[in-house]
């Protein structure tokens, strides 16, 4: 049976969740990521009028408001937006029994053998727009095509509210359609040295062997374009998420290279995994991270410890001494993802510690906390560090 892969992102997503609450931001540029003078803030997401100035998401916040000086600022309300991606999920949820969530704005979901419950899968990713734009107000686009990768590519052609199907057979022709920049996973870098090596369409890739490639590029890189120009169809996403793992990655739009920008997306990721294992009722003993660097090469270290992750601070911890144990020194960071491992029910019986150092208080605050924000969203409770000022990558 042939594969078949809905890829669907939010559009905007923090803007659109702002522009949607606030009405008065409606139609106006909004960014969001700090305000006017916030230090080392960058923009987490712009809204399409914004971008029409040319602000675009890890953009330094600073250079946005020369750009648009004129933009509604917001410092944002992750609880908010965590609150609607969760249900956005769920509305996955009812089309798919395979949901991947790659982050907070995108997943992935396998529909394959769906069309005898929901028809075709054109007619069935209208019908799952139009439920998203009911139930939230919110837009999503959507790219469907037996390869994943593709399906990726494709969701991106015609945002927002975009639908672009890409027919079994013909993942080739498409990537050979496309113009260079929309070569999902190819930086501004590694684009300048094809065009310097000669290389200006996807054809011109296409063309030459992979011997050829991998001499001009290196292994990864030169492997990865001569796969990506065919479809990349054997490019998994999210596989951890059959091996009873719960992660949350993301794909940023600049090298990361500063300590501080790492760490501050090392713990928006952290966040994003503890909530769902707050939603699911799961715990883990072991913290997985993945780097991926600009010239494609993936490395990935993870750690079990003696006692469960308890809470976002935990994780976080654990993160940084994985990171810090793996990472190699100047160069530039084009994804991050972290992972819990091997989770398991929170019934499950657990080995207590002999010494607390405050640990289980701090998870039954995080609890609460979580437990008033399912209840309520509009409460606002916050790392000032983390949703006030600095998320770096894109929404």
Request: proline share 4%; hydrophobic share 35%.
């Amino acid at each position: 049976m042939e594969k078949v892969y809905f890829h669907v992102d939010l559009d905007a997503f923090f803007a659109s969740v702002e522009q949607h609450d606030t009405p008065a931001y409606r139609g106006k540029p909004l960014i969001v990521g700090g305000l006017p003078g916030d230090r080392r803030a960058v923009v987490s997401t712009a809204s399409y009028e914004a971008r029409a100035y040319g602000v675009h998401s890890a953009m330094p916040l600073s250079r946005a408001v020369q750009l648009c000086p004129h933009a509604v600022f917001v410092r944002g309300n992750y609880a908010r937006y965590r609150e609607v991606s969760a249900q956005i999920m769920d509305i996955f949820g009812a089309y798919s029994p395979d949901v991947i969530q790659m982050s907070i704005d995108e997943a992935f979901l396998d529909m394959t053998g769906t069309e005898r419950l929901f028809g075709a899968p054109r007619d069935t990713a209208a019908q799952l727009k139009q439920q998203v734009r009911d139930e939230t107000g919110l837009t999503v686009s959507v790219g469907i095509s037996a390869s994943m990768y593709v399906a990726k590519i494709a969701s991106g052609l015609h945002k927002p509210d975009g639908l672009t199907e890409v027919p079994a057979g013909g993942e080739e022709q498409f990537m050979l359609s496309l113009p260079l920049e929309k070569l999902w996973g190819v930086g501004t870098k590694t684009q300048e040295r094809l065009k310097n090596a000669g290389l200006r369409t996807t054809a011109d890739i296409h063309n030459k062997q992979l011997p050829l490639l991998t001499s001009i590029f290196g292994q990864n890189t030169g492997t990865f374009l001569y796969n990506a120009v065919r479809g990349n169809k054997d490019m998994k996403f999210g596989e951890e998420a059959k091996n009873h793992s719960i992660s949350s990655e993301e794909t940023f739009d600049f090298d990361l290279t500063d300590r501080y920008a790492i760490d501050t997306a090392l713990m928006k990721l952290a966040a994003n995994v503890l909530y769902r294992m707050h939603r699911e009722k799961v715990r883990s003993y072991t913290v997985a991270l993945k780097i991926r660097y600009e010239d494609f090469t993936t490395v990935s270290v993870q750690a079990t410890g003696s006692s469960p992750v308890t809470n976002a601070d935990d994780m976080f911890e654990r993160c940084k001494a994985l990171f810090s144990k793996k990472y190699t020194a100047g160069k530039g960071i084009r994804l991050l993802g972290v992972a819990c491992e091997n989770v398991e029910s929170r019934s499950e019986p657990v080995q207590q510690s002999l010494f607390d150092f405050g640990e289980e208080k701090r998870a039954k605050v995080e609890e609460a906390v979580y437990a008033m924000q399912d209840k309520n969203p509009r409460i606002s409770i916050r790392k000032a560090r983390l949703f006030g000022k600095d998320i770096p990558g894109s929404s």
